[in-house]
């Protein structure tokens, strides 16, 4: 067997090299819009006071959780500024939010084709699992050589590696809605993309909703690797303090990197579960409504006497 060899990595530089030489085009838009969407949603964020981000933040999780986790919110936050490391968690969120999006946008579209064509779950189950298997540092090569450095090589990196749970949880929820109720929609002449907008996605939202948790999280274990990349962030700090073995600011970069994953993580399962929040401001508004609804009403005694005395008598 000496001497044989399949030149595998061969072809997939040739490949990369044929990209890059015939669609440079395409790569050169796709760059300026992601750089765009990322600088502007950082921009967004670093230009309105902080206050009022923390407040935002604090008052979603208030709305979809709890106020004890909107107090954590505002306490971890507060520890992210503290630590001088404000700046560069924006930008991490940004590039998280950002990447976060793009894969939902393929993976939900994904997914439902894929729970509905088992030819199509065939195919797309081994490229999942060459995504999800593939270490990370792996896309970034590609990545670099079509984007140069910069935060978009990062970005398309985070979007793969965290593409794959976003697709299989998707496909997950809509195979495992009741057949039953789809029937019965059937039954009723729904068309299937009725069926698909009103029962089965309905049915797997906490489903999928899990998939987009699980996406997020991919994304900020990605912060470090796109950091590697050169974009800016908690990534690049990490970087940077690896490089000369500051343990002061690998501490306060990942730290910072814990308090945003926690928070995305905590306010994601709470949309999964809305109902399941029984300390949330929604259900807190939603139990003061019905109760208002189920309380009875005064009675009008004039009312009642005028009604009396215009019934006809027997």
């Known amino acids: 067997m000496d001497g044989f060899r399949i030149p595998v990595g061969q072809w997939a530089a040739t490949a990369v090299d044929w990209i890059r030489d015939n669609l440079h085009g395409l790569l050169t838009a796709i760059s300026t819009i992601l750089s765009w969407l990322v600088d502007s949603l950082t921009d967004a964020l670093l230009n309105t006071p902080i206050v009022g981000v923390i407040v935002v933040a604090a008052l979603l999780g208030w709305v979809v959780r709890s106020w004890k986790f909107a107090i954590g919110t505002v306490v971890s936050f507060a520890l992210i500024l503290a630590m001088g490391q404000w700046v560069t968690a924006m930008q991490t969120l940004a590039l998280v939010l950002v990447a976060t999006i793009i894969a939902i946008l393929i993976a939900v579209p994904v997914g439902i084709w894929a729970a509905r064509s088992d030819r199509v779950s065939a195919i797309v189950k081994p490229v999942l699992d060459l995504m999800q298997t593939m270490p990370g540092l792996v896309y970034l090569i590609p990545a670099i050589v079509f984007f140069s450095i910069g935060v978009v090589p990062g970005l398309v990196a985070t979007v793969i590696f965290a593409l794959p749970p976003g697709v299989r949880l998707t496909e997950l929820?809509?195979?495992?809605?009741?057949?039953?109720?789809?029937?019965?929609?059937?039954?009723?002449?729904?068309?299937?993309?009725?069926?698909?907008?009103?029962?089965?996605?309905?049915?797997?939202?906490?489903?999928?909703?899990?998939?987009?948790?699980?996406?997020?999280?991919?994304?900020?274990?990605?912060?470090?690797?796109?950091?590697?990349?050169?974009?800016?962030?908690?990534?690049?700090?990490?970087?940077?303090?690896?490089?000369?073995?500051?343990?002061?600011?690998?501490?306060?970069?990942?730290?910072?990197?814990?308090?945003?994953?926690?928070?995305?993580?905590?306010?994601?399962?709470?949309?999964?579960?809305l109902r399941g929040q029984s300390s949330s401001l929604l259900n807190l508004l939603a139990r003061r409504r019905a109760l208002a609804a189920s309380a009875p009403r005064p009675v009008d005694a004039a009312a009642e006497e005028t009604e009396r005395r215009l019934q006809p008598t027997v």
């Open 173 to 273: 929820g809509i195979r495992n809605v009741d057949a039953e109720t789809v029937e019965a929609g059937h039954a009723f002449g729904a068309t299937p993309g009725q069926i698909l907008r009103g029962v089965q996605l309905p049915l797997a939202m906490p489903t999928i909703m899990t998939g987009v948790n699980q996406v997020i999280m991919l994304a900020l274990s990605m912060a470090v690797i796109a950091g590697m990349a050169g974009a800016d962030g908690l990534g690049k700090e990490v970087v940077q303090a690896m490089s000369t073995v500051n343990i002061a600011k690998g501490a306060e970069a990942g730290l910072a990197v814990v308090f945003l994953a926690v928070y995305l993580d905590r306010l994601t399962a709470a949309l999964g579960d």
